[in-house]
C-alpha cells in the first residue's frame, strides 16, 4: 500500500455512490434480513457442519470432509468458480492424555495438550509440581524448577495478554530444566473444561510436554502450594507431530456485474481444534459467509463488484492457509478492495474494523470517515459500528502486504468461556443471531461491491 495515495483517492470517491442511491441499498438490505430469517439458512448449514462432521482439525479425515461440504453448499447456492485450493498442513494427534494427582492427595486432573506439544515418554513421567504466576516468579525459582512440572497459574486478564503463557511456556520452564509444563486454561471460566490451543517451542530448548488443566484444578494446586504441601504428579500424553498432509482453502464467487476484476473478499476458518464441534471457533464465521452469499445470489442481486468467499484451512495451529493464499494471489493484490474475516463467535455483530497495516493516520481517519458516509445508511438499521481495528489472523498476511483488511467483530461475551474447548458445541448458537449476523455481512459487502470506494 502507498499510504500517500489513500487520502486524495477516499476523498475523489465518497462522492461517487450514484449507481447505488442510499434507498435502493435499504430495500436490498431490507429483503436480505427477511430472507435470512425466513430461512434461517446459516443455522441449518452450522447444525449439518458440527453434528455431522464434528471437530475439524488441520489434516485430520473430518476437515477433508468440511472442505468437500462447504464446496457442494456453495455450489448449491450458485456461486460460481468454487474450487478447493490446494495447502499442505501440518499434522499433529492428541492421542491418549491423562493427568495424576498423586500428592497430598490423589485426584485426577482434566486436561488437553496444547497444540503442537510433545508427548511424555512412554509410560508417563511423574515429578512433584511447582505453581508459579508469572514468568518472574519462573525466573525467581530458577534451577529450583530442574526435574519438576512447571504449572503457569495466572488469572486470565484477556485473551491478548494471557494467551502468551500458553504459547511460550513449555520452552520458558525448560529452560530451567523443568521435564514438563501445565498451563491454566486461559479464559475467564472453564467449568472444569480445559481449553487448549497452539503452543510453539524455541528451537534451541529441549522440548517438554506441555498441556492446559481447568481453572478449578489450577487453583487448587495453588492452593496446596501455599500450604506447603508437596504435590506429586504422573502425567501421560501421546501427542505426537506427524508429517504434513494435503488440505485446502474453499472458494467461491459471485461475479461481479461491471468490475468483475475487483474483490471483496468474505471469510472465516474451517478448521478447527480436535475437541468439540468447532461451532464458535469458527464454524459460525463461516455459514455466514456462505449465507450472505447465498442471500445475495438467491434475491437475484447483482453486484457490480466480485464477492469471494474464502473459507481458510489451518487457521488454529500454522496459518497455512492465509500464508498459501497471499503467495498464491499476490498479482491480485491492487485489485481486492477489502479483505473481511469474520471469527469471533456467533453472538451478534458490533463492529466492522478497518485495518490499513502500515497507512498514515491521517490516510486511516480519512479512510474511515468515508466508509461511514457510503456505508452507513445501509448499515444503520443493524446498528453497527465502524472503527480502526485488527482484521483477522487468515487476512493478516494479505494486509501485511498492503491488501485492506476489515474484521467483523461480535459481542463474543461468553466466546472465551468456551472456545477450545470441549463445550464448543451447536447448543450454545443462537439461530436468530446467526441470521442477523448473515443479513448483517450481505448488506455490508452488497453495499461495498456497488460503491466505488477504494482503499489503496
Known sequence: MNPGRCLPTLLATASLFAQAPPEALRQASERMK???????????????????????????????????????????????????????????????????????????????????????????????????????????????????????????????????????????????????????????????????GVMDYVPVLPKIPTAAVTIEASTLMRRMQQRGERIRMKLEMGAETLPDAPSANVVGEIRGTEKPLEVIILSGHLDSWDVGQGAQDDGAGTVICMEAARLIQSLGLKPRRTLRVVLWTNEENGLRGGLAYRDAHRAEFRDIVAALETDSGSERVKSFDLDLGKASAEAKASALASL???????????????????????????????????????????????????????????????????????????ALAQSDLRFQ
Request: hydrophobic share 45%; with cysteine.
Open 34 to 196: 427477511a430472507e435470512a430469517f425466513r430461512t434461517q439458512g446459516a443455522y441449518s448449514d452450522l447444525a449439518w457442519l458440527c453434528d455431522r462432521i464434528g471437530h475439524r482439525l488441520a489434516g485430520s479425515p473430518q476437515l477433508d470432509q468440511a472442505i468437500a461440504w462447504a464446496q457442494g453448499r456453495m455450489k448449491a447456492a450458485g456461486l460460481t468458480n468454487v474450487h478447493a485450493e490446494p495447502v499442505m498442513v501440518p499434522r499433529w494427534v492428541r492421542g491418549r492424555e491423562s493427568a495424576e494427582l498423586l500428592l497430598p492427595t490423589p485426584h485426577r486432573i482434566n486436561l488437553l495438550g496444547l497444540g503442537g506439544s510433545v508427548g511424555t515418554p512412554e509410560g508417563g513421567l511423574t515429578a512433584d509440581v511447582v505453581v508459579v504466576g508469572s514468568f518472574d516468579e519462573l525466573d525467581m525459582l530458577g534451577d529450583a524448577a530442574k526435574g519438576k512440572i512447571v504449572l503457569f497459574d495466572v488469572p486470565y486478564q484477556g485473551y491478548g495478554r494471557t494467551v502468551v503463557y500458553r504459547h511460550d511456556g513449555a520452552s520458558k520452564a525448560a529452560k530451567y530444566g523443568a521435564v514438563a509444563a501445565l498451563m491454566r486454561s486461559v479464559g475467564p471460566v472453564s467449568l472444569d473444561t480445559p481449553h487448549t
Open 372 to 446: 461511514k458516509t457510503i456505508l452507513g445508511t445501509a448499515m444503520e438499521p443493524f446498528a453497527v459500528t465502524f472503527r480502526l481495528g485488527g482484521s483477522g489472523a487468515d487476512v493478516g498476511p494479505m494486509v501485511r502486504a498492503g491488501v485492506p483488511g476489515i474484521g467483523m467483530e461480535h459481542a463474543a461475551t461468553h466466546y472465551f468461556d468456551i472456545h477450545h474447548s470441549q463445550a464448543d458445541t451447536f447448543d450454545k448458537v443462537d439461530k436468530d443471531d446467526l441470521a442477523f449476523n448473515a443479513a448483517v455481512l450481505a448488506t455490508f459487502a452488497y
